[in-house]
């Protein structure tokens, strides 16, 4: 295991995010990072992804309903975006 630390770029706060070295490389080397980590926490990997706490997202995002696996669905949906996942042909833009 090895542990990141990240800084929260709102609330400066730096929290600990424990992984295995193995999957940190794998993440590195281009996985997604719910492939790479399926054993995190949506808030461990918006602080690997984004720093920011979990504390600050709920200050942003005013949900303070129970950690429901609702969170973690524009966070995949976000991610899938930036390598060129299109959602409407279902596939990565340049590969239909
Ligand atoms: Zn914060």
């Known amino acids: 295991m090895m542990t990141i630390l990240t800084t929260c770029p709102i609330c400066g ?6 992984v295995k070295f193995e999957d940190y490389l794998r993440w590195q080397g281009g996985d997604l990072i719910q492939d790479a980590f399926p054993y995190l926490s949506a808030n461990d990997r918006e602080l690997l992804l984004s720093g920011i706490c979990p504390q600050c997202w709920d200050k942003m995002y005013g949900e303070d309903d129970d950690e429901s696996e609702d969170s973690t669905d524009w966070e995949e949906y976000d991610y899938d975006f930036e390598f060129g996942f299109d959602p409407y042909a279902g596939c990565y833009t340049g590969e239909c």
């Open 13 to 18: 706060k730096v929290n600990e995010v424990n």
